[in-house]
C-alpha cells in the first residue's frame, strides 16, 4: 500500500466520522479523485476489516457511508481507531520526547511539544516532574548542529512526497563546484549523520542513488508523478556501505593504533565488517574496506599520532603530505 494511500484512508475516516457520514460524491471532492477510486477505496477499506457501511437516507437518491461510533475516537484534528493507551505505555512515549538540536525551531519540534504536552496531562505534577528528571537522564551535545528553521517547508514537502511516493524536481546546490543542478529524483529516505538531515533519493535519470544535504536544496517542486519503491533496495546497507557521507571511491586500509589508544578504538564499530589483530607491543591493527576516501583521511587525522596508516601506500603518500602541509603550517612558531 502506497503512503498517499494510507492519508486517503485517514481522510475517508474522518469524514465517515461525521454525524452523516459521507456520500460517494462528497468523498470524491474530499480527495480530489474519480468516483471509481473512491469506489475502489472503500472496497479496499472493507477488506482491511474496517467496521464501514452504507444506508440510504429517506428523501435522499445518494447512499451514505458511515463508519461505526464505537470504533473511532473524534480529536481536533483527525478521527482515529478508538485504541486505550495504559499509563505505562504513555509513560515510555512521554520519556521518548527530548530536545533534537536539529529539528529547533522548526515546526516538527513544535508538533512534538504539542503531542508531549498533552502526555503530560494523564499523570499528577509530581509524577510529570519525575519524568522530566528521568528524560534528562541523555542529553544531546549541541555543538555541530545544523539548523533548518527556514527550511520547513523543504522537510514538510520531503516528507508528504516520500509518504506519498511522487517524485520531486530539486535545484540543488552542489559544494565542491560551488554551482547549482536541476534534477529529477525519487525521494526514499530521510537519515541523520552528524548533526545533519540527509535525503536519499533515486535519481530518474540513470537510477543511480544519492544522498543530498536538505540544506543545500534551493527548491522543490512535487511532479504529481508516483513512482515505484526500488525493488531489493536497503536503506541500511546503502548507508553501510559509505564512511561518512560522500563516496569518493572504494579504498581498503591497515590502521594501526597506538597502545594508548588500543582499549578504547576496538570497544567501537567503525565500519561494517571490520577485524582488529593485536601486536606484541599493545597496539592494534584495524582492518576494514569503504566507501570515502576523504572521509576516511580526516578520520584517521583526527587520531593524529595516535594512528598510523600501514596500507595502502597510496593512502599513507596522502596523509604524509597532509601532515606535511600542516607542519609548514605552523613552522613559524
Not at 28 to 48: A, F, I
Not at 79 to 92: G, K
Not at 284 to 299: A, E, M, Q
Request: net charge negative.
Amino acid at each position: 500500500m502506497r503512503g498517499k494511500q494510507v492519508r486517503q484512508i485517514c481522510d475517508v475516516l474522518d469524514a465517515l466520522a461525521a454525524p452523516d457520514g459521507a456520500t460517494i460524491r462528497g468523498l470524491e471532492e474530499k480527495l480530489g479523485v474519480t468516483r471509481r477510486s473512491v469506489e475502489r477505496l472503500l472496497s479496499t477499506m472493507q477488506e482491511m476489516r474496517f467496521p464501514i457501511y452504507d444506508e440510504k437516507k429517506d428523501g435522499e437518491r445518494e447512499k451514505h457511508w458511515l463508519i461505526e461510533a464505537s470504533y473511532v475516537l473524534k480529536l481536533p484534528n483527525t478521527t482515529l481507531p478508538n485504541l486505550t493507551i495504559s499509563y505505562h505505555e504513555m509513560m515510555c512515549l512521554y520519556l521518548l520526547n527530548r530536545d533534537d538540536p536539529v529539528f529547533k525551531g522548526t515546526h516538527i519540534e513544535r508538533k512534538l511539544n504539542s503531542v508531549f504536552s498533552k502526555l503530560s496531562h494523564f499523570f499528577p505534577n509530581e509524577f510529570t516532574t519525575a519524568l522530566d528528571r528521568m528524560r534528562k537522564l541523555r542529553v544531546t551535545k549541541p555543538l555541530s548542529q545544523k539548523r533548518y528553521t527556514d527550511h520547513q517547508q523543504t522537510l514538510t514537502s520531503l516528507a508528504e512526497a516520500i509518504l506519498s511516493q511522487e517524485a520531486v524536481t530539486l535545484s540543488y546546490h552542489k559544494y565542491s563546484t560551488d554551482s547549482f543542478d536541476t534534477l529529477t529524483v525519487n525521494p526514499l529516505h530521510l537519515f541523520e549523520e552528524e548533526g545533519g538531515l540527509y535525503l536519499i533519493a533515486q535519481k530518474q535519470k540513470g537510477g543511480a542513488f544519492r544522498t543530498y544535504a536538505v540544506e543545500r536544496i534551493q527548491s522543490l517542486h512535487p511532479t504529481h508523478t508516483d513512482y515505484d519503491y526500488p525493488k531489493g533496495f536497503d536503506p541500511e546497507v546503502y548507508l553501510a556501505r559509505t564512511f561518512g557521507i560522500i563516496d569518493d571511491g572504494a579504498i581498503t586500509v591497515t590502521l594501526r593504533f597506538s597502545e594508548t589508544q588500543a582499549r578504547y578504538a576496538t570497544e567501537r564499530t567503525w565500519v561494517a565488517g571490520q577485524t582488529f589483530s593485536s601486536n606484541p607491543d599493545g597496539t592494534v591493527d584495524l582492518h576494514f574496506s569503504t566507501h570515502g576516501i576523504r572521509d576516511v583521511k580526516k578520520w584517521v587525522l583526527g587520531w593524529g599520532a595516535d594512528v598510523e596508516v600501514l596500507e595502502p601506500e597510496w593512502f599513507r603518500l596522502i596523509i604524509k603530505d597532509e601532515i606535511s602541509e600542516l607542519a609548514g603550517m605552523y613552522a613559524k612558531i
